[in-house]
Every structure is written in structure tokens, then in C-alpha cells.
T-cell receptor, first 114, second 114 residues
């Protein structure tokens, strides 16, 4: 069965510092991986995806993610964090049936302090 | 929120009462989904639909039913609400983007069962 894991419940970083939010996956076959962000009292917003091709994927708001097949990881990164990046981040993998449904990790809360 | 509306946005109800949540989309997308979000669990799929009158169960479908009589509307019904169904409910659609599908989410419905 497809699954993703987000090992950190919360990540704390100072504004201006680089940030990393971790995600590992377990799939049979090639993974389709996604990152979503949720701001308070809002729905989830799509950030970026990996389907195939370059291992470094660039997305919205200056975020990028690195796909690493040997480590089965898809970590979200940003070179310089902003206080406004504080939110809940979800990693997801597409399930391998015809429904295009996603399987989500438990989420990581990112707190960027001024 | 990708043309997705959910109603109501907030609801408080008593144990044992029926509740129906509505998801409405404006762009005739085929795939629609209902998720629930709970702390520590991320988002879990309740039911999904791949067309009018075509629905299937997700990971946590017990106690829930759905209906889709029109492309634009996907209804989630709790036949007899329980306190364990207190949660935030999100509707989503799948939208094709070049070589893959991406999910877009509605603003959510916060349901409290007392």
C-alpha cells in the first residue's frame, strides 16, 4: 500500500534561515508526490508536485522539494524562511488506482520566529 | 479555492441527528472527494466520486454516505452523528494538469457533535 510519513510534528526556524520539512514515502512503482500548505482556518493549497524528471522541483511561494529515490524521501525546502510561511504542511502520494485520490501524511507545523 | 464552495461552514449538532454537508463546484470536474481532518491524522479519505451516481468508499467510510446526482454537487451525509465525527471536513476535486492530476480543496466545514 502507498504511504507517506512526516516524522516531525513541528519544525521551528528563525526568519531568514533555510527550512526543511521532511517527508518519506513507501510506494510500489514510481511515486507521484505532492506538497500542500494549510493556513489557519483555510483549505489546503497546492505547493508543488513530483511526477518524473528533475529531482529538484520548484513550486509556489519560493518553495522547492528534492526527490531522492534511494532514500525514498521528498523533503520540502526554502532557502530563506519568512514569518508568513508559518503554517501546516502536508506531504501526499497518489494512490495507484484510477481514482487519482491522495494519501496524506500527518502534517508538520512550521513555526518561523521573527 | 478553485471554484469549490462548502456549506455550511460551521455546524453544531447533537448526537443521533442526521447531518448533510454540501460541496459545490463550478467547473464540471469528474472526480470529487470528501476528507476529514483530525489532529495527528492528517487528511483521511471518506468517500469519493468519479461521476454522476458513481461513488466509492475511502479509508474511513463507516457512518457516512454520499450522493452525487449532478456533476457539480457532492453531498456527504452522517446518518446519525456521533461525537467521534466531530472534525473538519474538506471537499476536493481533481483537475488535470498536463501529465497528471492535482487536487484542489474547498474551505472546509467545521462540524461539532455534542
Amino acid at each position: 500500500a502507498q504511504s507517506v510519513a512526516q516524522p516531525e510534528d513541528q519544525v521551528n526556524v528563525a526568519e531568514g534561515n533555510p527550512l526543511t520539512v521532511k517527508c518519506t514515502y513507501s510506494v510500489s512503482g514510481n511515486p507521484y508526490l505532492f506538497w500542500y500548505v494549510q493556513y489557519p482556518n483555510r483549505g489546503l493549497q497546492f505547493l508543488l508536485k513530483y511526477i518524473t524528471g528533475d529531482n529538484l522541483v520548484k513550486g509556489s511561494y519560493g518553495f522547492e522539494a528534492e526527490f531522492n529515490k534511494s532514500q525514498t524521501s521528498f523533503h520540502l525546502k526554502k532557502p530563506s524562511a519568512l514569518v508568513s510561511d508559518s503554517a501546516l504542511y502536508f506531504c501526499a502520494v497518489r494512490d495507484w488506482d484510477s481514482s487519482y485520490k491522495l494519501i496524506f501524511g500527518s502534517g508538520t507545523r512550521l513555526l518561523v520566529r521573527p | 479555492d478553485a471554484g469549490i464552495t462548502q456549506s455550511p461552514r460551521h455546524k453544531v449538532t447533537e448526537t443521533g441527528t442526521p447531518v448533510t454537508l454540501r460541496c459545490h463546484q463550478t467547473e464540471n470536474h469528474r472526480y470529487m472527494y470528501w476528507y476529514r481532518q483530525d489532529p495527528g491524522h492528517g487528511l483521511r479519505l471518506i468517500h469519493y466520486s468519479y461521476g454522476v451516481k458513481d461513488t466509492d468508499k475511502g479509508e474511513v467510510s463507516d457512518g457516512y454516505s454520499v450522493s452525487r446526482s449532478k456533476t457539480e454537487d457532492f453531498l456527504l451525509t452522517l446518518e446519525s452523528a456521533t461525537s467521534s465525527q466531530t472534525s473538519v471536513y474538506f471537499c476536493a476535486i481533481s483537475v488535470r494538469d498536463r501529465d497528471s492530476y492535482e487536487q484542489y480543496f474547498g474551505p472546509g466545514t467545521r462540524l461539532t457533535v455534542t
